[in-house]
């Protein structure tokens, strides 16, 4: 009897040993998301909004940003865990001593548009023309590799904020610019001009980023992030945007995502950055002297918590 008592004990104890291990973190901080007015955060907003994190035991706090430089701003004070970034931000922080590891890719197709009335319809005619950019991040490295591409030199213009660029182009201020979604589908509805796309062109370098930190004392967090994170992409892609556009337009997005969601466009889970993508940030980094060392790709990244 007493063998048989012992026996049930230990059935009970594994039971909940294996109950406990299948449960989702349960931890009271929450992670500190910086992100951008774009489409690679959609999932995140989603996942927030639709109780994805909550239901992985995750607390997500999203803090957003309307310019890069704001962003990096924040990182280098210590106020955010994670952001939605490039390959080279996370080269430059690296170099600056900030450990801000690539995670995943993101979702992310951005447009090159030209203004209303420039009549600008061909890489030729925008040859030595001026294209707000953001210095040193990827609008600027998608610019330049399809300007190599087709044998053109442009005028950059640096404009970090989202809306000061949208308003300059619609204006016909500038020439051109790079754009992500879903704005660019907005300013095109309203006369912008496409001219040629990231996707077309092979062109990815957007990535999400986590502090070494956080991947340490918090790889359950981060795990339990990506898993969230997932759930939102079959969600964006199984619902009619119409049913969670509204989620949207209360984080800066246009009114237009509807209509950008309801395209033919399909989200991705997150997957890993290729080491060819990482080399031709590499490249482009080093030859611009904002990074001087050798890295690789294993030195900037984690991908243990997609896998």
């Known amino acids: 009897m007493k063998r048989m008592s012992l026996v049930l004990a230990v059935l009970v104890g594994l039971t909940a040993l294996f109950n406990g ?17 774009a489409e690679s955060a959609i999932p995140i907003i989603i996942a927030k909004e639709k109780g994805f994190f909550d239901k992985e035991g995750l607390k997500v706090e999203l803090v957003s940003f309307n310019s890069p430089n704001d962003r990096n701003v924040a990182v280098q004070a210590g106020q955010i865990d994670a952001i939605i970034a490039d390959i080279m931000t996370s080269l430059t922080f690296h170099e600056a001593g900030l450990g801000m590891k690539i995670t995943s890719d993101i979702n992310e197709d951005f447009k090159l548009l030209t203004s209303p009335n420039s009549g600008i319809d061909t890489f030729a005619k925008l040859n030595g023309k001026d294209v707000s950019i953001v210095p040193n991040f990827v609008l600027e490295y998608i610019m330049d590799e399809m300007a190599a591409k087709n044998n053109i030199k442009y005028k950059p213009v640096s404009i970090p904020s989202f809306s000061a660029r949208l308003e300059a182009l619609m204006a016909d201020r500038l020439s051109a610019v790079v754009f992500t979604e879903p704005q660019a589908t907005m300013m095109i509805t309203q006369g912008a001009k ?3 796309t990231s996707k077309e062109y092979g062109l990815k370098a957007g990535t999400l980023l986590f502090n070494e930190k956080t991947l340490s004392d918090r790889p359950k967090s981060v795990k339990a992030f990506y898993l969230a994170y ?10 009619d945007a119409a049913q969670y556009g509204g989620i949207l337009t209360k984080y800066s997005f246009p009114d237009a995502v509807v209509k950008y969601l309801s395209g033919s466009v399909k989200y991705e889970k997150a997957q890993k950055i290729s080491e060819e993508s990482f080399k031709s940030v590499l490249e482009w980094t080093r030859a ?18 997609i896998e």
């Open 21 to 37: 291990c299948a449960r989702p973190v349960a931890e009271q901080k929450p992670i500190r998301f910086g992100i951008l007015p």
């Open 194 to 196: 496409l001219l040629a």
């Open 230 to 239: 997932n759930k939102a992409v079959n969600y964006i892609n199984e619902t």
């Open 288 to 305: 611009k002297g904002t990074v001087k060392k050798d890295y690789k790709l294993k030195d900037i990244s984690n991908f243990n918590f």
